[in-house]
């Protein structure tokens, strides 16, 4: 995609973004066993240099947005507060004035000047620093004052703030959610309505990148509906960003509950015309990524449930993926499809979408380990879910003698010390004891 040149903001301390490229990540099936080198895509980076405040405006591009692991799923749990292992941090010298003027701090005027400071010395300082100053309570302050002032530019820097320091930086996440400023930057993308600005989506979109827990409680805020209505949006930088952030949240809830049960957001998404506005950003054909991921986003909302007629358009963008992405694409792809499988309904559109015929045509193609357990996992799950005349398809493409010898890599696996291979027979047998059945 060209890069999007976007005017910086004079009197703040941004550089602007391109366009994110979204390669979303579902968790990986529970009934998968992966190889530990698995590569896998992750969730959008955008990355900023802040330039000083008040400086000359420039335009620059962002590099091209990668993903992080989402790895497995963990087993469903309750929802929980956030938590973060202790971790020790002290403030480096030079931020020690800046952030206690900024926490004495009364309003945005007197507050600007040290936050702007900060904010140009962050991206010098490696991770520990940077968790130092959201450990210091600064965003318990900026909350409070940004409140009162939502969209002045106070607030643009606040979401700077939030994605130097937040980026790459897990740990950071949880008390940005704690003191507050994470709702206060939601409640600001609400009431900008069109005027949202791409750096609070951007901030909002590293929040999604935390645990389970931490993007749930981005729902209790009441992330969703703000970055549903911002798919509308005609930046494709916001569209981008939020349709990712979604896609993050909306796999937690899968992560925190039963794989048996239907998604736990479907209903009030679907009862506030959520997945037409999802769906619609499909329909769009803007970016290729951003169809991909509401394709993977609309896939794990119908865990167990049946594909609205005016949905199943993304399955052919899914099965498109398995047949050309990179490995890492096609294995994303094979754990999106296999959340429709639950419902018998959804076979018959997963099968006139071909699929079948492109799991043929991959394993002629020498895919790596992990798309081979992704695609026993998903021909499981298929089969398990399915009516004989599932399994009797499934037999076309992979005859049960054939089955047998991939399952004897577990074997082969386990002499040579072979992980990888162990994990590839693990999956074959699984789909092995399901056609017996």
């Known amino acids: 995609m060209p890069p999007t040149k976007v005017k910086a903001k004079v009197a703040t301390p941004l550089s602007p973004l391109a366009a994110p490229k979204p390669k979303p990540k579902p968790a990986t099936p529970k009934s998968v066993s992966t190889p530990k080198a698995a590569a896998s895509a992750a969730s959008p980076k955008a990355k900023t240099k802040p330039a000083a405040a008040k400086a000359k405006p420039k335009t620059t591009t962002a590099p091209k947005i990668k993903q992080k692991t989402q790895g497995s799923a963990p087993a469903p ?81 606040c979401s700077l703030l939030v994605h130097i320091v937040a980026e790459d930086n897990p740990d950071a996440i949880y008390p940005i959610l704690k003191e507050g400023l994470s709702r206060v930057l939601i409640e600001r993308l609400d009431a900008s309505k069109q005027d949202a600005d791409e750096d ?50 909306i796999l937690a809830g899968a ?31 803007a970016d ?17 449930k049946l594909l609205d007629d005016e949905f199943k358009p993304i399955i052919a963008t899914v099965v498109a993926e398995v047949a050309n992405g990179e490995d890492n694409e096609k294995s994303d792809a094979l754990q999106a499809l296999t959340y429709l499988t639950g419902v018998p309904e959804n076979h018959k559109a997963l099968l006139d979408a071909n699929i079948l015929q492109t799991i043929d045509q991959l394993f002629s193609s020498k895919p790596s380990n992990n798309v081979i357990c992704n695609v026993f996992a998903f021909l499981t799950s298929l089969a398990r879910a399915g009516v004989p005349t ?35 027979g693990n999956n074959a047998h699984a789909l092995l004891l399901e056609m017996q059945k």
């Not at 206690?100 to 040290?114: G, I």
């Not at 590293?206 to 549903?228: F, Y």
């Not at 048996?260 to 999802?278: A, W």
Request: with cysteine; aromatic share 2%.
């Open 200 to 249: 609070t989506v951007i901030a909002i979109y590293d929040l999604s990148q935390g645990t389970t827990d931490e993007k749930i409680q981005l729902v209790e805020q009441r992330a969703l509906p703000v970055l549903v209505r911002l798919l509308e949006h005609p930046n494709l930088t916001i569209t981008n960003a939020s349709i990712i952030a979604l896609h993050n949240i």
């Open 288 to 304: 290729e990524d951003s169809e991909r991921t509401v394709a993977s986003t609309l896939s794990i909302l119908h865990r167990m």
């Open 390 to 424: 599932t399994k009797q398809a499934i037999l076309q493409i992979l005859p049960m003698a054939a089955l047998d010898t991939w399952r004897k890599k577990e074997d082969e696996g386990k002499a040579a010390g072979d992980e990888d291979l162990i994990a590839v």
């Open 77 to 157: 749990s309750p929802h929980r507060a956030p938590t973060r292992p202790n971790v020790s941090t002290k403030l480096s010298p030079e931020l020690l004035g800046p952030v206690d003027k900024v926490k004495q701090a009364l309003s945005a005027q007197s507050a600007q000047r040290p936050l702007n400071t900060i904010i140009e010395k962050l991206p010098t300082l490696p991770p520990i620093n940077k968790l130092a100053v959201v450990d210091s309570e600064i965003c318990k302050a900026l909350a409070k004052i940004l409140r009162s002032e939502l969209l002045g530019e106070f607030g643009h820097s």
């Open 255 to 285: 992560q925190m509950s039963p794989d048996n049960e239907p998604h736990p957001f479907l209903d009030k998404m679907e009862d506030s015309g959520s997945l037409s506005r999802i769906f619609k950003l499909w329909t769009r054909k």
